[in-house]
Every structure is written in C-alpha cells, then in structure tokens.
C-alpha cells in the first residue's frame, strides 16, 4: 500500500472519539446554550427528591400529561396518550402511549433525583459553646471536607404532632440566613488531622450545622442558645424539639448553578448527579409525540443509598406503573403479560460517569476514560473489582444503542469509572436488568462528582438530550 491508502486504511479501522464542540453547527451550538439555561433553572427549584418530583410533574402536567389516576377513571386509552404517576411524593412515573402493544416491549429510561446531602438527625438541636447546633447523619458518598464552611440551606418538610405537614425551605433567597458545619483553622490542625488518613481526619459527627447564638433569656435559663433556636422555629413554623422526630430535613448547598469559564461552555452546580440524567430525560420524554413502541421515564430516589425503600429501583413502583399500563391500554393484566412486557423492554440508566480530571489522571485507565465534551457516555459495566455489582450490558443491546446514536447524529463516547480496583460504583441498572430487559447506563460525565459544586459541559448536556429523544421516539 501506499502512504495515502495507508492513511485512507487508518481512518476506515481506527475509532476516534469526537469532540462535541467540533460537530455542532451554529444553530445547535444555541440550543445547546438555550437547553443549559433551563436546566440551571432546573438544578436551582430541585434541590431535594421531594423538588424535584414536584418539578417534574409541573411540567408534565403543563405538557398535557394526566395522572394515572384520572386514565384509570376514563376507562380506556386514546392513541399516544400522556400519562403519570407520583408515588409518594419521591418518585415519578411518565409515559407517552405507543402504537405497539406492550406485552412486545416498552422504551424506558430511568433515571434518580436524589443526591448526596446532609441530613438532619431524629434528636438534632443541641447547644455547645454559646452556639446552637443541628446534628446532621450525611447521605449517599460524601467527602466530608468539602461540606465544611460551605454556605447550606435547609430544605424538608415536618410533620408536627396534630398531622399538620410543614414545608421549609431556608438559605436560598438573598435575604435568607444560611446555616455552616464550620472548619478547623490551619494553625491548629497538625496534630489534630494532618497525620491522619483523609477518612478519619473528618469525622461523620463533627459535620454539625451552625444555627444560632442568640439566647432567650438570662444565664440562670438552662440550654438557653438551643430555647432561642427553638422558639424562632416555634414562631415561625409552629414546630416545637418533639416534631424533628416526623421531620425530613436536608441540608443542601444554598448555591445557584452558574457558567464556569469566561466562554460559558460549563455548569456548575449542586445534585447534577442525577438530576442531569432527569433533566435531560424528561425534556426528550415531553417532546416525545407519537412514538411506536411505549416511552417511558422512570424517576427514582434512594439511589444514592442502594436503592432501597419503597421509592426507589428495587421498590414495586416500577411494575405497579406498568401494570396499570397494560391494563388501561388492554382491559387486562396478568403475571405472565408483566413479565413478558419487561422482558422484552430496551432500557437506559440515565446516570452520569467520571470524567477525567487533569490534575487526577492516575485513577483513570486513560484509553477507557471519559471525557467532558465528547458526548454521552455509554458505560457497558459498572460496580467494583471484577464488576462485582454490574449489570454488564450485552453487545447486541450496546450495538443497537451505537447504531441509533450514529443514525441521529449523537456524539458519544465510552468510560469506565476508574481504573480496575481504583474503586468502582454501581447504579439502578442492576436492579432493572433482574426483570429481564436489555439495559445500559448512558448519561454524560462529571467533574467533582459528589461534591457540593459539581461540573458538566454544555455539549453533553445537549449530547444526551438528543440521545435520550433518539432512543424515545
């Protein structure tokens, strides 16, 4: 051969990753930039589980989706119709009626609105110091560090003893105090942590809120700085120490989502894992029209801790969502028709990966690294060590999603998190793949993931709405 068929060789054999940037014309490059304002918008209106949900039903509702409820009532179904369902106000279910039956199989994403936080504790309010504080138990993998002199607003809800539900949220307008877990100073902490392992420098019981140090009151008054606490709650709220008992109370950063670089090619913010997966998953679902197969987004919580509980992947929801499907659209269900129907489903575990960070290369395997910028990412495995905890997709199902990407002009890529026995993670894929579907994670990758600022590109914020729209319609 000569230099210029070895060359023409080369191209045809060798893969090469493409940079989102390079692909997109001047008008995708705006709505690229017009997706990512809505979605900063997003980011700042869902910092909870219990937000995000109530997001994501605003604008199904506004989109002409109806509860599953309100079909269930009609008795029948009209062709590529809308629907949802709310299960206990954490998690959401949609749908867009497809011209195929079901029992032949649906195409479902399924993302998780739950992220990383600081949970208040049943007993939280206490006094040490002239301070009033709040006790907080963390939620989902943090590290401790970078929750430490951050400004957090609290959000949640509290069940008083009359049943009466109360929703707070404090820290997030601009007039609004915050609340901090404050940090040791460098001139004292030698001995104290900088000997220490990183995980046992910051201790889970020292990541306590600030909340006060006012206090009602003489000095003869006993835990006067926690009685001023509790009465500026009791005046406001009406909430007495007992109601923290019935009380869901998250402390989350009280940060907006913000540009990152002077060309604003980046998102900043709190929870992108996973509410970009949710984000992008649900403006696909609600520009979905008239799709052959039944379109499905499923929005899970608990993620973060496994999965467990009655919200989240490994709950009943998911089939009770179904079934009510299959019945409404066919007059019956049974065991056999469920199963044959998730049997027969193609899936998406919308869920983000690791890309990689210039200054941290060395936990990267660099040729199976993501990369911010390059598109959605499909990660074939997950878990830990010898994929312990993974799905691991099959290749037809990984081919099928390749070949739909390519035909729709979707730029992605492939990662893996981490290097082998660097560490590893798992996401909802293992526990759908239990009911028999084809299922593959696919979302975009993050810097910082897991802090409380964490980053994404533009490019794969738009890369995996387009893909998440190809694989729905």
Known sequence: MNKKEIEKRKKQLSKSD?????????????????????????????????????????????????????????????????????????????????????????????????????????????????LALLKTHYYGGIRKYQWLSVPLALHGRIVKGDGESVDIVIGEEASD??????????????????????SEAFEGEKLNLIAGSRPLGSDTV????KLGLLNLLHERYGITETDFVSAELEAVPANKAKDIGLDRSLVGGYGQDDRICAFTQLAALLGTKTPKRTAIGLFFDKEEIGSEGNTGAQSAFMEDFISDLLLLTQGTVDDRTLRKTLINTWALSGDVNAAMDPDFKEVHEKMNAAKLGHGICMTKFTGARGKAGSSDASAEFVGQVRNLFDRNKVVWQ??????????GGGTIAKFLAQ?????????????????PFEIASKADIYMTFKGYKAFYA
């Open 18 to 130: 493409k940079l989102v940037w390079d692909e997109l014309s001047a008008t995708d490059t705006q709505k690229a930039f017009s997706l990512a304002e809505d979605y900063k918008q997003f980011l700042d209106t869902s910092k909870t589980e219990r937000e995000a949900a109530r997001e994501i039903i605003k604008q199904a509702e506004k989109n002409g989706f109806v509860s599953i409820e309100t079909a269930l009532k009609a008795g029948s179904a009209t062709p590529h119709q809308k629907i949802y369902a709310l299960n206990k106000e954490r998690c959401v279910a949609m749908a867009v009626l497809g011209a195929d039956p079901m029992v032949d199989g649906v195409n479902l994403i399924a993302s998780h609105i739950d992220s990383p936080r600081l949970d208040l504790k049943q007993n939280p309010v206490y006094e040490d110091t002239d």
């Open 177 to 198: 105090p915050v609340f901090v877990v404050s940090d040791l100073l460098p001139h004292l902490a030698g001995k104290l942590q900088e000997n220490k392992k990183l």
């Open 222 to 225: 006993g835990d006067r700085f």
């Open 435 to 451: 009911k028999g579907m084809e299922i593959l994670d696919c979302g975009p990758a993050l810097l910082s993931m897991h802090s």
């Open 414 to 423: 492939t990662g893996e998190l981490g290097k082998i026995d660097q560490g």
